[in-house]
């Protein structure tokens, strides 16, 4: 939390009774139409964990995105649907006027240690240091708010490729101005990804994601001790099947810590 | 849908006035605790498919278990929070008495034929009926319900390996009885694998799915015309940590047609 910070003020809530929140889009996030959708999710975790019932820290968070977002203000409720002693469920609603515009669910949870084990790899990359900074996209605003460094897959609009290739992306990414991490920014950090379809066919087609997971693996003290660093993103489409495609994704801190897995499926139009 | 069927059974929906539904657990479908997981999302789903305002087919469904389901009747309520041209947003809560035991959302969609690509590799496994039943157990009672037949990565509670191995589970599954497969059975079905950390650790411990979300990647047609042929299903964690692993699977057709993906995170106690 950084008062001074774009993303801070992108996601910032101005509490209208409990649980009852007002929001403001912010030039900063700017999509093409309406805000960046990892915005969104961030601003709708945010009102969870501003709540005074909630109890326990991000374990899932799944945003649905009902339809476009206008640049203006909206609405947010919060409901805590079911506490229980170490979980607690979470049901959230954006509107703008009387429209829905986004619904989400969130589950919190008391951590305890255990046994634990990481069976993903570490992609192989050099370091974010290593790698120049990707110039972001003159007509899609949020790219200026992130420094990413692409080892593999990046848009590649000026010069498509010959033939179809992989969807795969493998970037170093960041706050643009560098933000310590948290659970807010690590929910938008999983949506930074830009379409798989643009990756695989280099080609610009209307688009929009329609459901977004993101189950975070890392407790708020590891997240914290990120600071500002680049995280290591990597992400896939499995399928492209009439309109809709999905990504998976993991995001790991430069020590290899795998602190969220990622996933989203996306509208396209052909 | 099959009316003698017992997963017909299980999911059957009593209205009670517009979006409110009345069900009943179903003995055949019964987990160590409660239910199967996997029939209370096919439930969930079944009430958006039922909903009179329904429009459109699944493309993405997340279950969010809020507690324990006992035995018993349930009440459902689905509610379209959103429709547009061509998707549909639904918002479900289950009930027994005045706590919430799940939430869903559902995303729906009208599909339409465009470019389509599929990027996953389908898994090399002999077929089905070359591979052996593996026998149900005899506390789960709903793995009697699915005829589960094993390539890879089996439970072994009675000859743990020596060491951790991977998590990768690699299966053919359908129905018992054979069942013609729809959008519920495959929601089911996305459920149907063992914790993962009973395949990793070969030990049990107490476990519970808090959030579960299937990607749709077949319309009707394209499920219907599976009839009741086994499904190649495969599995994998990506990381267990402090108390919670991640699972991602997917579920093919026999001929190569990648039907869904799914996604869970699982709470483990330690």
Redesign the interface.
Known sequence: MDPHHPFDAAIRLEEQSEGHWRGHTHEAYGNMVGPFGGATAATALAAVLAHPARQGEP??L?V?Y??PVAQGPFDVEAVA??T?RS?Q?W?V?MRQGA??VA?A?A?L?T??????????GFPQAPPADAVPRTPPLDRVRWTRAYDMRFVQGPLQMATPPAA?Q??VSLLWVRDEPPRALDFCSLAALCDVFFPRIFV??ANWVPIGT??F?V?F???GATLAAMGSQHLLAHA?????????F?Q?A?LWGPGGE?LA?T?Q?V????
């Open positions: 374990i899932a799944t649905n009902a339809g649907v079911r229980n979980t469920h049901s609603q429209e829905v619904t669910t589950v949870a951590r305890r240690d255990t046994w634990s084990a990481v069976e993903a179809e992989d969807s695989k066919r329609v459901s997971t189950y693996h890392a407790d896939r489409a499995q399928q492209f099947r009439n309109g809709y999905d998976s993991e795998l897995v996933h499926i509208y396209y139009k052909q």
